[in-house]
């Protein structure tokens, strides 16, 4: 009988760990120092290295409150330096933020390179046959030391000043493609990027985006979208799809208009109409058609309208409305930013030191 070996006879496998791997590439002292040569960030002295100050900023995702004295404790613990905190502090600026933004970008970049399918897609299988993404446009607010309300005031008195976080996210992997910030009071409207905004894919977006200028120019780009119906949009019928009543009466009225005349009422608690959107663009009076989609629900709720420009071939009444429950993945990624990485814990007040700790998150 064969004695056991006090030896493996084989190296254990080893465990590849590229997340590790993307993440120390993040700080690669002499990309960190290009960069932020190249921005500004740094002069010709070293007084500050800026590698471990990135890295200790990336370090300090935490739910605790002083977010900057964190960093300072964990600069200090990295370098070794003996720094007077006025002077570290002081090398939150402008340039450093948009280092900051940059490092950001590359992260995102490089989770996503590591594991680009870290979302289970098939819940989105059906949709991602029809469109190249399913893209969520939101924005949240968050609370900051009343010394910033010169910058970034509030709308309440009982918190002064506060900030906008805006993103557009891909709902392939939940990670945004774009972000940036801005005072509260500013209307989310026009933070919207278009540009980052994908031909083929489908947006999601809520009340406060709603532009008849942009719809026209989306859909003239090939970028579908869905979103809720504002109250105050009352568009002109072209074609009753789905609904009751006399429907060729209904051509050429507004909505408003056939829903209160019972001219258009719903079908077994389903609405699909096309409808004229018209508004100016680049100078030039512009329409286009669109979907007004109704969903009255069972338990007798208020009706829901929905505006899309995707073809009913593509969604049904039904799964317009249950495609728009995906908007909610955005919220999750606030929950996540608030409480899983320490938004909350921001005590600056100096736009570029919040900035650099919000893409420190």
């Avoid at 905004?197 to 942009?214: F, K, Q, S």
């Avoid at 009753?240 to 208009?257: A, H, P, Q, S, T």
């Avoid at 508004?279 to 979907?291: C, I, K, L, M, Q």
Wanted: proline letters at 6%; a neutral charge.
């Amino acid at each position: 009988m064969a004695k056991p070996s006090d030896k493996p006879t084989s190296a254990p496998p080893a465990v590849p760990v590229p997340f590790l791997a993307k993440y120390h590439e993040l700080f690669d002292a002499d990309e960190l120092w290009a960069a932020a040569r190249q921005m500004g960030a740094v002069t010709r002295d070293r007084k500050v290295d800026v590698s471990a100050l990135v890295e200790a900023s990336v370090l300090a995702m935490s739910g605790l409150p002083g977010t900057q004295t964190t960093i300072f404790a964990n600069y200090i613990q990295l370098t070794g330096q003996d720094l007077a905190p006025s002077a570290f502090y002081d090398r939150f600026t402008v340039p450093f933020a948009n280092l900051m933004a940059d490092v950001t970008r590359r992260a995102m970049a490089a989770v996503r390179a590591v594991d680009p399918s870290l979302r289970d897609v098939a819940e989105m299988e059906r949709l991602l046959e029809h469109f190249s993404d399913v893209q969520v446009a939101d924005s949240s607010c968050r609370v900051l030391r009343k010394l910033a309300a010169c910058w970034s005031p509030s709308t309440s008195p009982e918190r002064p000043a506060s900030f906008k976080i805006h993103a557009v996210i891909s709902l392939k992997d939940n990670l945004p493609i774009e972000h940036h910030i801005s005072p509260q009071r500013e209307h989310d409207n026009p933070h919207l990027d278009e540009s980052v905004l994908t031909p083929g894919a489908l947006l999601l977006a809520d009340l406060g985006y709603v532009d008849h200028e942009r719809l026209l120019r989306l859909k003239a780009r090939c970028v579908h979208i869905l979103m809720r119906l504002k109250a105050s949009q009352n568009p002109r019928i072209a074609r009753v799809r789905v609904g009751r009543g006399d429907k060729r009466l209904c051509r050429g009225m507004k909505l408003d208009e056939a829903l209160a005349t019972g001219a258009l009422y719903f079908e077994k608690g389903r609405l699909d109409v096309d409808v004229v959107l018209a508004a100016r663009v680049d100078g030039r009076r512009v329409e286009g058609t669109f979907r007004v989609v109704g969903s009255a629900p069972a338990d007798g709720g208020e009706d829901r309208y929905y505006l899309t420009s995707v073809p009913p071939d593509v969604l049904t009444p039904d799964d317009v409305a249950l495609t728009y429950t995906l908007r909610w993945d955005i919220e999750l990624l606030w929950k996540h930013l608030k409480t899983g990485t320490g938004l909350t814990a921001i005590r600056a007040w100096r736009p570029a030191a919040v900035f650099a700790l919000v893409d420190a998150r």
